[in-house]
């Protein structure tokens, strides 16, 4: 039952649109917040990777919360913002500052670049979530992009040691980490891909959903496979990923969230491009992505 999933299944990583002249373009997010609740997605995650929230500024992630919030009201869907830092005094100011407008849980990451140990990740995260007692809050797991791993021994002591610490967005793309992470820590603790391509595999050692990029596209059919696997129907499962596994992997051609916002121009969708140092995708690229999404009739 839906009721067993804090966040949902589908969660989508939503992307933040641009005006021609970079500024945030609050109305188109306004829109495509509304369209992705209500083809699929359960959540959002606003002000995220693909939110490209290292360009964005402080008012601006506000304001966009304030937005999206709004956009959603009244559909039940819940509403994530991305509040961590590798500062611990900043991911706590902004955690409490997204609780104060209204949130339904924040996504911490691994606090990057600084390569705290594994007991200085334990007492960063405890200090967010003590600060917010009463916050769900979702780890987020990607030493791609971080460059430290969050073991799951220190998963499992966070869940553990704080009530409010209920999940994790796992996209180490390491199956043997997720299987680990599911048998230390308690049955309702909540573990979620981090990757689409990754979300059935991941299924099979205990995560319960995704927090999804290809949702922009295709939140539908990925609540069907996340479903179709929970009640039995493997076969239908399998179709949908083997199906979408182009989709999954040439979103990913290029640094998230560049092909995506491509994909949603070709859709219609008036995103914009990206802000720097993230460039346009290449013309060969386009053509890749344009391909796919002709092929599974998206455009």
Sequence with gaps: MMSDYLFGRVITAMVTPFTADGAVNY???????????TNGSDGLVVCGTT?????????EKYELLRVVKQAVAGTGAKIIMGTGSYSTTQAIAQTKKAQQIGVDGC?????????????????????VASSCPDLPIMLYNIPGRTGRNLSPETVARLAQDCPNVVAIKE??????????????????F????????????????????????????VGNQLQQMIQ???????????????????????????????????????????????????????????????????????I
């Design 107 to 127: 996504l911490q990451v691994v606090p990057y670049y600084n390569k705290p140990p594994q007991e200085g990740l334990y007492q960063h995260f405890k200090a």
């Design 228 to 298: 179709a696997y929970q009640q039995g129907d493997t076969s239908l499962a399998q179709q949908i990923q083997l199906r979408l596994y182009p989709l999954f992997k040439v979103l990913f051609c290029n640094t998230n969230p560049i092909p995506v916002k491509y994909a949603l121009q070709l859709q219609g969708w008036d995103v914009g491009s990206v802000r720097l140092p993230l460039s346009p995708l290449p013309p060969h690229q386009q053509e890749e992505v344009k391909n796919v999404l002709s092929q599974l009739h998206l």
């Design 27 to 37: 109305a188109m997010a306004e829109r495509l917040a509304h369209h992705l609740v």
């Design 190 to 217: 909540l573990i979620y891909s981090g990757e689409d391509f990754l979300t059935l595999p991941m299924m099979t050692v205990g995560c319960v959903g995704v927090v999804s990029v290809a949702s922009h596209l």
């Design 171 to 188: 996209a180490s793309g390491d199956l043997d980490q997720t299987a680990k992470v599911r048998l230390l820590t308690p049955d309702n």
């Design 51 to 59: 939110g490209e929230s290292p360009t964005l500024e402080s008012e």
